[in-house]
């Protein structure tokens, strides 16, 4: 596939800013492996002025806001101050994106950005918890939910503190891709191809360490091998030589989320590459993941995915067809 083909993606350096998201976006979106998906990446500026990062180095890019507004994704890392509007010209730039049918994307309180611009009117969006209050009072006409650690709108995405970005971009991989190339990615860089729990287990808090956690860990581990049984807190308890209401509390307190949800969020992403691979049949995929009945299945895939599975089985199909060579007409 020639470079000009390939799905661009255009992230926004800005003076003052630190240089770990833009590296969050290089490595996904930038480095290219062999077995992984590719893609064209654009580091642009507002301005032809050199950019101070954090740390004393420069940034300098022959890229501008006019590159930027013609990519097929759009990324605004985290803004340097939550108190100012964007300039006129980035928001100029994210509204022609978002005009051309762009995907715009966010990362910690770059949602402030893309929030001055109006694309989040009427809109849910989270950020870094501790901007979540700012973003709620300084724009009120957006639902400020500060819960999870990405929000995936279709058209329009944001994510909450700065490693959080990390998962929204191996996400978009996956919805580009499907799970196998995420789950490529994710391998790559040392990291989960998906976190669960959401921004409430990192909000500070004087939490002393938990023995428990090793045990808690030990049956997260024997569950994902059993996913296809049946499972309650009870057996998990078991697995952790504890009682069911202390397994909860501690399991809380170790993932941000409960054994329950966490358990429906892994059999939602075991059953990923059963639809994107051959032809299963919905209810042999649920039983196969571990859900009771295919209703159950659709219902909590629908809401993690935001899509029912067999739209999302058509789509990856749909997004993972490479164009192909015309075939040239014979020789007379």
Not at 209 to 230: C, K, N, T, V, Y
Not at 247 to 274: C, K, N
């Amino acid at each position: 596939m020639d470079k000009a083909s390939l799905h661009h993606v255009a992230v926004l350096a800005y003076r003052g800013m630190s240089a770990f998201e833009l590296g969050i976006v290089t490595e996904v979106f930038g480095v290219k492996w062999p077995d992984a998906p590719a893609y064209r990446l654009t580091i642009c500026a507002e301005g032809p002025d050199e950019v101070d990062v954090v740390g004393g180095a420069v940034l300098r890019t022959p890229h501008g806001l006019d590159t930027f507004a013609s990519a097929d994704t759009v990324i605004v890392p985290s803004v340097s101050d939550v108190d100012a509007e964007a300039s006129p010209e980035l928001t100029a730039a994210l509204r022609r994106a978002h005009d051309r049918g762009a995907r715009i994307v966010s990362i910690c309180t770059g949602t402030f950005a893309l929030a001055s611009s109006g694309l989040l009117d009427g809109r849910r969006a989270t950020t870094h918890w501790l901007y979540a209050d700012i973003l709620r009072r300084r724009y009120p006409r957006i639902e400020v939910d500060p819960t999870p650690l990405y929000i995936d709108e279709g058209d329009i995405l944001t994510s909450a503190g700065s490693a959080a970005g990390l998962d929204l971009c191996v996400h978009l991989v996956r919805r580009d891709h499907g799970a196998a190339a995420a789950n490529t990615v994710a391998r790559r860089l040392v990291v989960s191809p998906h976190r669960d729990g959401g921004q409430a287990q990192y909000i500070e808090a004087p939490v002393a360490a938990d023995p428990h956690d090793d045990r808690i860990a030990a049956s997260m581990s024997w569950a994902l091998g059993r996913l296809a049984g049946p499972m309650t807190v009870e057996t998990l308890a078991r697995q952790a030589a504890m009682s069911p209401r202390t397994y909860l509390r501690h399991f809380t307190r170790a993932t941000g989320t409960s054994p329950i949800r966490w358990l429906i969020a892994q059999r939602v992403q075991a059953s990923l590459p059963l639809l994107e691979h051959g032809d299963t049949p919905v209810e042999q995929i649920a039983a196969r993941v571990g859900f009771d009945s295919a209703v159950t299945y659709r219902h909590h895939f629908a809401r993690a995915m935001r899509t029912s599975p067999s739209a999302y089985r058509r789509a990856f199909r749909a997004s993972s067809q490479e164009p192909t060579e015309p075939t040239p007409p014979p020789a007379p």
